[in-house]
DNA sequence: GTGAGCTTGTGCGTTCGTGCACAAGCGGTA
DNA sequence: TACCGCTTGTGCACGAACGCACAAGCTCAC
């Protein structure tokens, strides 16, 4: 329906999302993409080609509707629905995900926490019980759950990443170092914190500029 | 030195080293550009033509030499000597991250960890006591650091990202949603969980397939 | 020594993203 | 009503990345 956006698009209207959230508290009702792209830390020109995506709501002369646009922004990014969220792995990293309240408060609230070990289902965790992965499927139906983050050890994030798919998520955020297969109909992004210093380290080391967000692409 | 090697082929560095890591632990001794690919999740095109700017090491018919190849992966991004880390803002996400020895069996020990809270200050966390941040300056210099980690609220990211550039910090990572400005000598990557989610939010709805590692790009 | 069978290294066409630069268009002013 | 200044929307050209496809080159067998 809506028509499609580049990948490199999709990637940059969160951040555009927060920077418009940020001027709508300080009042501003209008925007102008230099402005916009100031705060976001963008080229001006990339901040209309990008908005232009959404359909083409600026007002020659005066700039954008804040609200209006965040509106838009949110509708393309499917925010207006919220959608729930179970954890599966509830080490250190999991924990700090599940106290963490930025996921709710922007439309990802987290309804259920898995993990395999004896010793942690049946924990409380921010309010809720840590459940057993073996009961994956049934929490999955039952809370409607469209997104699975996986925060296991590598070697289970095969698993679990199979366990999630066959349980009906409709995507997938891994923080588990590890290559995972899904089918191409379950969009999976990966986040992996080694990975990225060691990126780092390559421009370090040749001490040459490389400022940048974590954009994606690939098919 | 070594040839200029292009953003992405960075980027996909750090996964060929860890596919390798897998392989010589089997015991294997050469792999060919399909199978690391297959591994790796990636085209065997590609990893060919990501090898060669490392030098043309590979053997025509035979395969790449798995103990060479990590040498010379490692040595492109400066993982043949260690890299102290620092972690400022020791709340949920920082004490994970300190807990986490991914870091420090990658060649990227954190040595020391730091707080604004007066109450956060000297904890002991995983063996390392927590420091204050006016201290920052002293204990980058003292240990050398040249990693900064930023796991602090969005509106302490710059001040800290600016105490961090100011104490000769080399390069910066950081969590906080927010947009940083650094020096352009200073490589500064950013991991935003929230916007993770919200792009995955896009492509779900629009259920089309969009796998993708977390490939960076910008100037 | 010669040939068969692999696997590398890379040239090339294609696609995607970027940002400059400018015409189109809106609002306010005289 | 006519004009001026400002901002959007986009055509265009450039560059980066990708992956196919093939020649070059190595090893092994006979
Ligand atoms: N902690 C960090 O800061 C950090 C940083 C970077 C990457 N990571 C990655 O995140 C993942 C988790 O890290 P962590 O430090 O929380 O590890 P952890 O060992 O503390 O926790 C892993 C949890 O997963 C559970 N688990 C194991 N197998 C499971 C399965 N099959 N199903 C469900 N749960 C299972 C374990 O019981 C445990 O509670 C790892 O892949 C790690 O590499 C963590
Ligand atoms: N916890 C998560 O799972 C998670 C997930 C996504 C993003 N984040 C982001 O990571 C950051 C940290 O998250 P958190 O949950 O750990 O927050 P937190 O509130 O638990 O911890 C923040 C810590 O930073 C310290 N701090 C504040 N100002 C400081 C300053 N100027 N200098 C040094 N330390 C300072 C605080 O004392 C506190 O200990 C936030 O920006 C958050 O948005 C966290």
């Known amino acids: 329906m809506a028509r499609e956006i580049p990948d490199a698009t999709v990637a940059r209207l969160p951040i555009y999302r927060r920077s418009l959230v940020e001027l709508a508290s300080t009042g501003a009702e209008m925007v102008s993409s230099a402005a916009l792209a100031d705060l976001a830390g963008v080229n001006a020109a990339k901040v209309r080609k ?3 995506y959404l359909g083409t709501y600026g007002v020659r002369g005066v700039g954008y509707d804040v609200k209006f646009l965040l509106r838009q922004i949110g509708d393309a990014l499917g925010l207006d629905i919220e959608t729930p969220v179970v954890i599966v792995g509830m080490g250190n990293l999991g924990q700090a995900l599940a106290h963490y309240g930025g996921f709710s408060s922007r439309g990802f609230p987290i309804v259920a926490l898995v993990d395999a070990s004896e010793a942690k289902v049946g924990q409380v965790v921010d309010g809720i019980a840590i459940s057993h992965i073996d009961d994956l499927d049934t929490i999955v139906k039952e809370h409607a759950i469209a997104v699975g983050i ?7 994030a095969q698993i679990v990443a199979d366990a999630l798919v066959a349980a009906g998520v409709r995507s997938i955020l891994s923080f588990a170092p590890s290559v995972l297969h899904v089918p191409e109909t379950v969009p999976l992004r990966k986040v992996d914190l ?5 990126i ?4 370090q080391q040749r001490e040459s500029p490389a400022e940048g967000g974590n954009t994606d692409k690939s098919a």
Chains 1, 2 share one sequence.
């Open 200 to 203: 780092l380290g390559y421009y």
């Open 150 to 156: 996986i925060a296991t050890p590598a070697e289970a």
């Open 50 to 52: 990008d908005l232009s």
């Open 194 to 198: 080694a990975t990225e210093l060691q």
